[in-house]
């Protein structure tokens, strides 16, 4: 493997970290309440 | 505190949207301008030219035709050479198109004489009578070249005087077919595609009248539209008297004359019916 | 605070109706040259043919009607889920009345022949300079409503509304980069290859940000509006989110596919397309699980009878999209009718059944009036439905054909069909794709007579339903 293909692979994986961050912090028990709140709360506005 | 949130969301999203734009768009810039890509026989247009091309965008042409071949057997048959990055280093913009309402134009160059295209641009229901493409007689009209010059000039593109004096006197259709026959002309692709013909040629349906009807309806389909219905001539010679040996007809027919406007139809009909219709050619006198 | 009075609508209103003729003038045109194709003596040189009509056709459709529409949505929804007024009303007017007149520059240059021939990016300089003012006054708008809300949590409509004004702006401005000769003429600054790589890497973020956020947000607002039960999971939905408009932008050269550029360009961007199919069918699965329970207001509910139909033709323009993305798929398909049926599928299907949807939820909250006719709207939506599955079946049947005989070759490797031989074979399905066109458009003048029936002669809302 070139220095180019390591250095892209590396791109890849950290991307896909970000992605598994956003997932666990989205459906992490902390956040379950906050994260459904805006689909009720939406319901009652007008 | 929800004006800083929101100011965080728009640049998160700003960046997800950037990742995806550098890999794919930013950073191909430099692959495609590659010095190993460049074509050396590849020229900018003339004044005449690019005004043509002018006006391929300006009617839309671009809608129903699309600029490059691809790849593959059915285009590559039916179009020519397929298409290479460095042949489109002067298109700003490129014309490749979306959508094949009609045929690719990309390899059009030198396909047929003039005087073709200029009926066909016309009236191309009297050269194809079953197209859709619009009736573009109006482009008989005078070029219009008060901005000529600086187009050159904006582009960036090599002129002398005598090129903008070419433009002088002649009419929109003029530019358009002096475009349409430079396009993909600039690889010498028709020279190393000619086909070769090889081994003894000898007619299959030698006086065979049965396959008259059908070599009549592939000379309608196809040959028609130059020749004349009749045989009679009009873009073409007139083919009514024709008494070549039936192997030289093939020749032409398969293979076509480049230089003097007679199209190849070797892959478009293939040898069958290019030889029914070379048996037509030389029954019907006699039936 | 008194919302009735609070929120400036009045801007909304002017949108709506304006999009709405918009609307006709595409379908109009539409069926026009659907009918030029099959009859080349309706092209009326220089002005109407179908060259120059069909940039028309495509920039009042996305354009006129699309982002004319999405801008009263998002000025009506923003203001409902921050519970803020609008920040300036002043400024929305202007944006309206510079709204209708670009597009009507838009429709007069075209037709002139002012044309950069990029594809939904098509308006010359001049104009395009307006659509930059256009964009900035409507976003400067939006973004300080949202940044004074008073919800602290942003709704994942709210989210897509963002996107959009961000996703738009880059776009238009990368690929509108041009070179004038004169006021009405300039040249695109990029060539040849790189000049089609910047146009599809627009051209198909164009259809992310203008035929896919947008409606996804009126989707997510008005699903759960017109249920009556929230959506089933705002998480879901912004997984999706990210991982939308994160993929979407990889996949432009799947509109390249065996052209000359880079190959591994192309390959990306069959393999983001693919992928594309996981955001994008979470965001179906979030309405249909959103029914759970509800099912039964299919039937009874003809808002719900919209949205829900909306979503599934987005689900299928999903599955069907990443398809035409792969190379030997493409190889066959591309450049026939088949991506014209794709194409009415999500505009005719997707897009406009969401806005419907939209327009018949508003207006009567707008003008505190009820809808005129339910019956009326029921045989909008049936007409809508069969007009648009003609076409789309239509084209679909059509490429296939072509793509069949243009690929068949005889024992001695030439080709079996010439070109005109194929296209022949197109005629019926133009036809037919004429009278889908038409079955439409008379779905449209019902949709037009029921709206205009409402806001002049609908009764009124009873107080307490009043919003
Ligand atoms: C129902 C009436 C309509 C008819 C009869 C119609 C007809 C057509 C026709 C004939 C074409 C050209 C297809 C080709 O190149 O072969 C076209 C293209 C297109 N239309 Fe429509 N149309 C209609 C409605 C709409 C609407 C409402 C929109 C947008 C919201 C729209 C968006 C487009 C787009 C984006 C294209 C370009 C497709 C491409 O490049 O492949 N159309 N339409
Ligand atoms: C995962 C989602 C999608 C993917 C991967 C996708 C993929 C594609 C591909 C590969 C083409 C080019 C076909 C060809 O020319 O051979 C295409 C064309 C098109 N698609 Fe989609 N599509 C998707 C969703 C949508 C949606 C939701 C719409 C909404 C209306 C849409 C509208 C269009 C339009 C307007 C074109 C024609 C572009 C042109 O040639 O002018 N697509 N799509």
Same mark, same amino acid.
């Given at each position: 493997m070139d220095l180019a293909s390591v250095y892209y692979l590396g791109v890849t994986f950290l991307l896909f970290g970000i992605f598994v961050a956003i997932v666990v912090r989205t459906y992490s028990r902390k956040n379950r309440e906050r994260g459904e709140d805006p689909k009720y709360r939406m319901m009652h506005e007008d | 505190m929800t004006e800083r949130k929101m100011v965080v969301f728009l640049i998160a999203a700003t960046c997800v949207f950037l990742v995806g734009t550098i890999v794919t768009m930013v950073v191909p810039f430099k692959s495609i301008n590659d010095p190993k890509l460049k074509i050396a026989t590849v020229k900018p247009y003339t004044p005449l030219q690019l005004e043509g091309r002018d006006i391929y965008i300006r009617e839309g042409c671009n809608n129903c035709h699309t600029q490059t071949v691809r790849p593959l057997l059915a285009d590559t048959e039916r179009y020519g050479e397929y298409s290479k990055t460095g042949e489109f280093v002067y298109d700003q913009p490129f014309l490749w198109g979306s959508r094949r309402t009609g045929p690719d134009l990309a390899r059009i160059g030198g396909k047929y004489p003039d005087a073709w295209h200029e009926k066909h641009m016309k009236d191309p229901q009297s050269m194809v009578p079953r197209s859709n493409m619009p009736k573009y007689a109006f482009l008989t009209h005078p070029l219009d070249t008060s901005l000529t010059e600086k187009k050159m000039k904006t582009l960036g593109f090599p002129y002398t005087q005598a090129d903008l004096a070419a433009c002088q006197g002649k009419t929109e259709l003029d530019a358009m077919v002096a475009y349409l026959q430079k396009l993909g002309t600039d690889i010498p692709w028709r020279e190393a595609a000619k086909t070769q013909l090889v081994g003894e040629l000898k007619n299959p349906f030698l006086d065979n009248v049965t396959v008259l009807p059908e070599g009549k309806k592939i000379y309608d389909a196809n040959c028609a539209q130059c020749h004349g219905a009749d045989l009679k001539g009009g873009v073409g010679p007139s083919l009514v008297d024709i008494d070549k040996p039936d192997a030289d007809i093939f020749t032409t027919v398969y293979a076509g004359r480049q230089a003097t406007g007679m199209p190849a139809f070797g892959d478009t009909l293939g040898k069958e019916r290019t030889w029914k219709v070379v048996t037509f050619l030389k029954l019907r006198q006699r039936h | 605070m008194d919302q009735q009075q609070g929120y400036a609508d009045d801007v909304v209103k002017g949108f709506i109706l304006w999009s709405m003729v918009w609307g006709l003038v595409t379908v109009l045109i539409g069926v026009l040259i659907s009918l030029q194709l099959v009859y080349p003596q309706l092209n009326l040189p220089p002005f109407l043919t179908y060259g120059r009509l069909r940039p028309v056709h495509t920039n009042a459709g996305i354009f006129g009607w699309g982002i004319g529409s999405f801008m009263a949505f998002f000025f009506y929804i923003t203001q409902r889920l921050t519970k803020t *007024?609008?920040?300036s009303p002043g400024l929305a007017r202007v944006q309206l009345w510079l709204f209708n007149v670009i597009i009507a520059l838009a429709a007069v240059t075209l037709l002139a022949?002012?044309? *950069?021939?990029? &594809? /939904?990016? &098509?308006?010359e300089w001049p104009v395009a300079l307006l659509v930059v003012v256009l964009w900035v006054i409507f976003s400067v708008n939006i973004i300080m409503t949202i940044a004074k809300r008073k919800e602290e949590q942003m709704y994942i409509s709210l989210w897509y509304i963002l996107a959009t004004l961000v996703g738009v702006a880059v776009l238009y401005l990368v690929n509108n980069v041009s070179i004038p000769v004169s006021l009405f003429k300039s040249y695109s600054a990029y060539a040849g290859a790189n000049d089609a790589n910047v146009q599809w890497w627009y051209g198909h973020n164009a259809v992310a940000m203008v035929l896919t956020t947008p409606p996804l947000a009126l989707f997510y607002y008005y699903l759960p509006k017109s249920t009556g039960v929230p959506i089933y999971s705002h998480r879901m939905g912004v997984i999706a989110f990210w991982s939308l408009i994160f993929m979407y932008l990889w996949t432009g050269a799947h509109h390249l596919l065996w052209t000359p550029v880079p190959d591994w360009v192309q390959t990306l961007a069959m393999g983001f397309s693919v992928m594309l199919i996981a955001p994008s069918w979470a965001s179906v699965f979030n309405g249909y699980f959103s029914m759970e329970g509800q099912w039964n207001q299919m039937r009874d509910n003809y808002l719900v009878k919209f949205l829900i139909f909306a979503i599934t033709f987005y689900g299928l323009q999903t599955l069907q999209g990443p398809s035409q993305a792969v190379r030997t798929f493409s190889a066959f398909i591309? /450049?026939?009718d088949w991506v014209p049926g794709h194409v009415h599928m999500g505009t005719l299907g997707w897009v406009s059944l969401v806005i419907f949807a939209g327009i018949y939820y508003t207006i009567p909250k707008l003008y505190g009036r009820e809808i005129y006719s339910v019956g009326l709207a029921n045989l909008h939506f049936w007409l809508a439905v069969t007009g648009q599955i003609i076409f789309s079946i239509t084209m679909w049947v059509a490429g296939v054909q072509q793509a069949s005989m243009l690929h068949a070759s005889n024992p001695d490797g030439s080709l079996h069909y010439s070109f005109m031989e194929t296209l022949i074979e197109l005629y019926p399905y133009w036809t037919w794709r004429s009278i889908a066109g038409i079955i439409y458009l008379a779905s449209l003048l019902v949709f037009l007579y029921n709206i205009v029936k409402t806001i002049s002669a609908g009764k009124a809302q009873p107080a307490e339903q009043k919003a």
């Open positions: - | - | *007024r609008l920040w022949g002012m044309n *950069r021939s990029k &594809e /939904y990016a &098509e308006l591309h /450049y026939t």
